[in-house]
Structure formats: C-alpha cells, structure tokens
C-alpha cells in the first residue's frame, strides 16, 4: 500500500532534477513559490480528487479488529504491521475473514481454498491454521484465529 495522503511540495527554487528526485521520493506534485493563491487551490483539489478515485478503485478492504486483508492487492497488516504470508496462506485467510464470527468447517475450507471437492484424510487445513496463528496471533493480547471443536476454525472479531 502506498500513502494515505496526497504529498504537494512547494519550494522557492525548482529545477528539473529537484522535480525528478521530488517525484521520485513520493511527492504527487511539486511546484515553485510564489504560486497564485487560485492556482494552488486547483492543484491541491485535483490532487485530492484524482487520490480519493484511486483508493477508492484500489483498495477493497476487510478489516477484523486490528487485521486489515486487502483484497487487491492481497496484503495483510496486523495492528500496522505487515504480514508476509504464502499466497496459500493469503487465501486461506482470506476466506476466514470473509466468513468472519463463522464457524468454517474444515471440509469446507478445504473445498473452498484448496478445491478438494470430495472427502480427504488430511491435516493440510489445520497445518496452514498453525503457521497462521505464528503470523496472524503470536504475541498479541487478542487471538482472532480460534478453533470450533468439532467443526474447524474461525476469524473472530472481538
């Protein structure tokens, strides 16, 4: 993800390389002072109106208690803090916070993430289940990956 805000860099003296370097450290645009009252205005709702499109076209978000999964592009933060998980990982969470507060049976997780569509002796759900609650759960306060005896697991949202 990339920042919240938008970044205009107004300073008295610019030159090309300034701009190049200015741009390239993140600035949305940059522009010489003195700058017309008016003109700075438009700049600065162009900005803001050309950022709040490409968030909101970028950014589908489930968010569970301190967790966010974004959708495109597949990331996950705790409290902040970036998660780096396998894609198989990703979708396996995924889909638990997509069914967030649910009980998910492991027959279904295992049709739903792995596309097994018949019955299997397998432990491979609650293996990835365990490497998740390394990444997701270990050392905080609030675990939100719990399990529902005899059903499978469950993202709860506290």
């Known amino acids: 993800m990339g920042a919240t805000s938008p970044l205009l860099v107004i300073t008295p003296k610019i030159s090309p390389e300034l701009i190049v370097e200015l741009l390239d450290y993140g600035a949305n645009d940059v522009m010489e002072a003195p700058i017309h009252g008016n003109v700075m205005m438009a ?52 889909f638990l916070a997509r069914h967030v507060n649910e009980a998910c049976a492991r027959s279904v997780i295992l049709r739903e993430v792995w596309g097994y569509d018949f019955a299997m002796d397998t432990n491979v ?34």
């Not at 050309?50 to 974004?70: C, G, M, R, W």
């Not at 990835?128 to 697991?153: A, N, Q």
Request: aromatic residues 6%; proline residues 1%.
């Open 43 to 94: 700049r600065i709702r162009n900005l803001l109106r050309v950022f709040s499109h490409a968030t909101q076209e970028d950014e589908e978000v489930i968010v569970v208690h301190d967790l966010k999964v974004n959708l495109r592009s597949r990331r996950v933060s705790r409290a902040g803090e970036y998660l780096v998980l396998t894609p198989k990982e990703y979708e396996l969470l995924e």
């Open 125 to 158: 759900v609650d293996v990835y289940i365990k490497h998740l609650r390394v990444k997701v759960d270990k050392g905080r306060s609030v675990k939100l990956i719990h399990t529902v005896r005899g059903i499978g697991y469950m993202l709860h949202s506290h």
